[in-house]
């Protein structure tokens, strides 16, 4: 509690105003999806009938969460502009390999989830295999949204753990079963702009605390020391840099191994393209939304290393607060009133938007491929509404108790990426090869997926018990990356070659080919225009990003 109430903030009528208004209107909006919501598609994936830009900024924003916010300033703190790496290598060629090459394959197979896919490709073991695994995931990585929002409520009232947990899983839970994906959708484009305009002026107003940006450069220079402002700097091997990291292990286990499994087969993500009303509009849901991801650092990176200039103690073992306090430590400190209400507004939503979009997933995969083929199979469509949303309410009551897992760590990103390395890496061996190679079989996804999972579960155990000594959590999560798709692929590879794989018949729109990677699918008006070419967007995308790497490069 000395912590809780050293977090205070010190809100007035009008900060509580600005969050009762904020409240209200995503109710409403959340009532006014309801309308929409007719049958079991509607609840899952807004009936794909969403337009290109709603769903890119919904695909931003469901990654926006909290975590982002809290856990990316975190990462700030603690390893400097290092952490770029994890906008610019591991997320934008990913994100543009998704909305290029694999979502015609998503969208064209009309199925309701990742893992629904590997029910047509593979077979029903490798299908029940990977829902129960995403479902596992899921229901972890809202935890960690619970325990965000928790910090949140702590230095806004002083409110225990346990009872900050519960008032936010309750609300989160009533604008979903309400509303379903729509309501969840539309508040997550809602969510972005309101998390954007809290973020800004902690920034501006952060680096005025600093005095300026040259003020900002002298203080790290004098403080961490000037690797803190380099990307690139002392990652040769056998160097020494924050991250623990080496080019390496910065390029495949996080720029291929960790950046491809999360963005590709990670359905909180996906299902927001899916939800897009043609596939011209779900291509280009990840690369419209590529554009604003790698400008996001300069809002919540920044933020964090400025927190460890204003508060060297932040992190320190025995002290007051950890990396996560880093955004509500400059909060309590910064801004005034009225923009304190905004600020903590766009927390607020922040954490809605992440603990959403992985209860929606959760409940998707859940319902469509678990309880749908294997529990009661041949129900009326109705049956499987009612599931969906008592199945959201189980989500966010199991949300609740994984909450006090990610509390253990003082850094939350780095548990967030140690879940990834766990169950997104593997997954998306097991659907690359799945997709590139017609020789793979179902019993080569099955063992090659569980053997995938266990292997950097394995790793992590001999990392923390001090079998296996690296430098940091993140260091260790892109080793245990590359050890997860390498182990996926030594598995299935030799048992794939051993065991008979589908007739070329049952093979079609489900392994790549140009003609359907490259297909457009049914055009609406507009689809054709040049600035909404896929490639254009993609491209320039990738192009963008590698100047935004140059600054951190020197």
Known sequence: MLTADGLRLSMNWMDNLILIVYFAVVLGIALAAKRSVRNSLDFFLSGRSLPAWVTGLAFVSANLGATEILGMAANGAQYGAYTIHWYLIGAIPAMVFLGLVMMPFYYNSKVRSVPEFLLLRFSRSSHLLSAALFAVASVLIAGVNLYALAIVLRALLGWPLPVSIGVAGVFVLAYIIIGGLSSAIYNEVLQFFVIVAALVPLTVLGLARVGGIGGFIDHV?????????????????????PLGANWLTITLGLGFAVSFGYWTTNFAEVQRSLSARNLSAARRTPLIAAFPKMFIPLIVVLPGIIALLVYPQ???????????????LLMRDLLPNGVLGLAVTGLMASFMAGMAANVSSFNTVFTTDIWRPYLKPGMPDAHYLRVGRVVTAVGVLA?????????SFSNIMNYLQTLFSFFNVPLFATFILALFWKRMTAKAGFYGLLAGTIAPITFYVAYKTGVVPIATDQGANMISSMIAFTVDVAVSVPVALATAPKPDAELRGLVYTRAAANDRGEELPGDSAWYRRPALLGWGAIVLAAACYLPFSF
């Open 221 to 241: 220079f004098a403080g961490p020391g000037p690797e803190f402002l380099t990307a690139w700097g002392g990652t040769g091997f056998g160097q020494d840099n």
């Open 314 to 328: 932040i992190g320190q073992a025995g002290g007051a607060y950890d990396y996560n306090d880093a955004i509500p």
């Open 399 to 407: 949300g609740m108790g994984t909450a006090f897992i990610a509390a």
